[in-house]
Nanobody, 125 residues
Framework: QVQLVESGGGSVEAGGSLNLSCASSGRSFSRYGVAWFRQAPEKEREFVASVSRSGDSTYYGDSVKGRFTISRDNVKTMVYLEMNMLKPEDTAVYYC??????????????????WGQGTQVTVSS
């Protein structure tokens, strides 16, 4: 079992930055790829970024490439999402999710086995 808890959400003006964190409990954290997804009101869930078990491989959604950076610390059992140059369209609830492989998570959220409760990010224009 893996439990995930997100933090770091909030409100920011366009062009600003926020850093999200995902804390995991469970000894098997390093066995999972981890991803961030987001969902805006009345929109489908969207893949944001994922990181492999070792942290060596990362994947990004087209809308966040060059602006967001995902990383992980397996000792602290944490995953981070650094978000820069934020836009109003980045407004959403951001979820941390764990699954077998980061590459699979990048393809579809159905590959996620565990989910956090989400954290709200609001970007004003």
């Amino acid at each position: 079992q893996v439990q995930l808890v997100e933090s770091g959400g909030g409100s920011v003006e366009a062009g600003g930055s926020l850093n999200l964190s995902c804390a995991s409990s469970g000894r098997s954290f390093s066995r999972y790829g981890v991803a961030w997804f987001r969902q805006a009101p009345e929109k489908e869930r969207e893949f944001v970024a994922s990181v492999s078990r070792s942290g060596d491989s990362t994947y990004y959604g087209d809308s966040v490439k060059g602006r967001f950076t995902i990383s992980r610390d397996n000792v602290k059992t944490m995953v981070y999402l650094e978000m820069n140059m934020l836009k109003p369209e980045d407004t959403a609830v951001y979820y941390c999710a764990a699954g077998n492989r980061a590459a699979e998570l990048a393809k579809h959220s159905d590959y996620a086995d565990y989910w956090g409760q989400g954290t709200q990010v609001t970007v004003s224009s």
